[in-house]
């Protein structure tokens, strides 16, 4: 048996120290200003709070008080939260009020099922798994947001206030529409326009080739029977055994060699090289997954095998063939190497070599993070809007029936 009491005062040290560094983290990027976790203390001061957490288990007390706790004891200098010299009441007071919802809530939460006194292992370990659940939501958020933020911060910023103080990822609005200067520039002075354009069509393009290629092969896979098919199943995705860098300099050469080198036609061609394994991986376990009976009975009525494809598997097909062509987009949205290697002309680069451009020391920084941005945006854009559609063509094929 394990007592409540001893459990309660450890995840609350734990949670509370969690709580402190994200709103540390938090208010040092959206300020500008000095803000750090104090180790000790904190630990103490989330103890404390675990203890009074199993009492009082309402976020509607627990928000409050820790937020009053925290911007009294910071105001005489003993905060689980240390605050840097000049920073404003107001920013204090922000602070004040994260770390109740944060910390008070979280508390809360993690504690909401735990009795008072003795507890068996499995209460004990709910509390532990809400509490590690917690920790994982903060964790993976702040790995995934941190860097995006910071890479659309430092595009609105001058090259005067990075070189000030690079560390500051505060805005100063009074600026108006000079904050985006460096897109402006980007469109105005970069031809990223011509970027943008170039790598939406040669995505298009490679999607539209890869389909054209990866279905018929992949319904042959899965449907017809001939010589060698089981091993042209397993051997489809042995290209991937091979890093690109290998066949860096076979590609550059032959392109060199037959004149496609410098050429959008030659992007076009070698960009499906890389994407119709992976499409045709995904969609023969998607065909499989089709029951048969319904194909059977459109050859029984007079369909040819072509007729089928295209009148019965395509229209049931659709959830995979929108997730293997959104893949597929974002791999040849995304794709760097091979541009880098084959493209010098600005008038024919993509958006990832404009970007690659712009990684010089005569170019201001917020150029190179705005470009960034400009790259990441529209395909996670299309991604997030999509996301329901490539799961649903992902597990589709996963069960027949």
Known sequence: MRHASILAPILGALWAYIGCVTVAVVMSFSTGEAFRPGFLVTLAFGAALGFIALQVRRPAVLVPVVAVVSFLLSALGFGALVIGDGVSTGAEIVAAILMGVTIGAGLAL??????????????????????????????????????????????????????????????????????????????????????????????????????????????????????????????????????????????????????????????????????????????????????AEVEEAGLMDGLNRLQVIWKITLPLALPALASVSLYVFMIAWNEFLLAFMLLDDPSKFTLTRGVAMLNSSEIPREHLMAGAVIATVPVMALFLGLERFMTKGLTAGSVKG
Request: aromatic share 16%; proline share 5%.
């Open 110 to 291: 993690i504690l909401a099922e735990l009795p008072s006194g003795a507890i068996n292992r499995h209460e004990a370990e709910d509390a532990i798994i809400r509490f590690l659940t917690g920790f994982g939501y903060i964790f993976f958020t702040a790995i995934v947001l941190i860097p995006f933020y910071v890479m659309v911060m430092t595009s609105l910023k001058s090259q005067s206030a990075l070189l000030q103080n690079p560390l500051d990822f505060s805005l100063d609005f009074s600026k108006g529409s000079d904050l985006f200067r460096s897109y402006f520039e980007l469109f105005g002075q970069f031809n990223f326009g011509s970027y943008l354009w170039t790598s939406f069509v040669v995505s298009v393009l490679t999607v539209l080739i890869t389909l054209a290629f990866s279905i018929p092969g992949a319904y042959a896979v899965a449907r017809l029977r001939f010589q060698g098919r089981a091993a042209f199943s397993r051997s489809i995705l042995l290209i991937y055994m091979v890093p690109m860098i290998v066949l860096a300099l076979p590609i550059y050469i032959a392109f060199s060699i037959t004149g496609l080198r410098n050429t959008l036609i030659g992007i076009v061609l070698i960009y499906p090289v890389t994407t119709i394994p992976v499409a045709l991986y995904m969609l023969q376990g998607y065909f499989r997954g089709l029951p």
